[in-house]
């Protein structure tokens, strides 16, 4: 139990198009996930928390416009990059907290690439 | 602010010899500790956590680690460890009323080898 996707699994755009990212509890109703991003040999840095029905949470320094989360039901968050540039290459991985208490269940992670 | 630091970025260590991984937090509040570990390209999976209760926390895998509130430090160790926990190790804090939100430390890279 308590799986959860992520698609695609990688992903290479051009510059300047955009890049929507899914997130889903298989087997749970998650009422909050969060979006991380993990540059290589580095560890994971939150960028937002999202409830099911609400407006993200935005971490400091993260572009709430350029990094658009939606979380429009409690099995399912997308995270879209909007414009993306070379240095929005990076891991992206989701999580879903649901059950039991402070316990979150990570994705596979997905693999950006800006060209 | 919560903070946590892992003290080891790599720890190279012979297949069935013994291990542990440093973890040492900074907290005003209390904390709830957490170790993760992350096989190359994939999420991360859940070891063990410490909310509260016994100091000694058993997980997955033969893993244990020890909450130390004087030394604020959550080392995880392993008896004999596997050419399979070759992995990236990540210790995690939160804590109540952080809205279920997880800092965490560098990582550490566990290499084992035979």
């Known amino acids: 139990g308590a799986v959860v996707s992520q698609h695609p699994s990688r992903v290479i755009c051009k510059s300047g198009t955009s890049v929507k990212i899914e997130c889903r509890s298989l087997?749970?109703?998650?009422?909050?996930m969060f979006w991380y991003r993990q540059f290589p040999k580095q560890s994971l840095m939150l960028m937002a928390t999202?409830?099911?029905?609400?407006?993200?949470?935005?971490e400091q320094g993260v572009e709430k416009d350029k990094f658009l989360i939606n979380h429009a039901s409690l099995t399912l968050s997308t995270l879209t990059v909007t414009s993306a540039h070379p240095e929005d290459s990076s891991f992206y991985i989701c999580?879903?907290?649901?059950?039991?208490?402070?316990?979150?269940?990570f994705g596979p992670g997905t693999r950006l690439t800006v060209t | 602010a919560q903070s946590v630091t892992q003290l080891d970025s790599q720890v190279p260590v012979f297949e069935e010899a013994p291990v542990e991984l440093r973890c040492n937090y900074s907290?005003?509040?209390?904390?709830?500790l957490f170790w993760y570990v992350q096989y190359p390209n994939q999420g991360l999976q859940l070891l063990l956590k410490?909310?509260?209760?016994?100091?000694l926390v058993k997980g997955i895998n033969g893993f244990e680690a020890e909450f130390n509130k004087s030394q604020t430090s959550f080392h995880l160790r392993k008896p004999s460890v596997h050419i399979s926990d070759t992995a990236e190790y990540f210790c995690?804090?939160?804590?109540?009323?952080?809205?279920?939100?997880?800092?965490f430390g560098q990582g550490t890279e566990l290499s084992v080898k035979p």
């Open positions: 999580s879903a907290e649901g059950g039991i208490a402070y316990e979150q269940y």
């Open positions: 087997d749970f109703q998650a009422t909050t």
């Open positions: 999202s409830n099911e029905g609400s407006k993200a949470t935005y």
């Open positions: 907290s005003s509040v209390s904390v709830y």
């Open positions: 410490y909310l509260s209760g016994s100091t």
């Open positions: 995690a804090v939160s804590g109540p009323n952080q809205g279920g939100k997880l800092i």
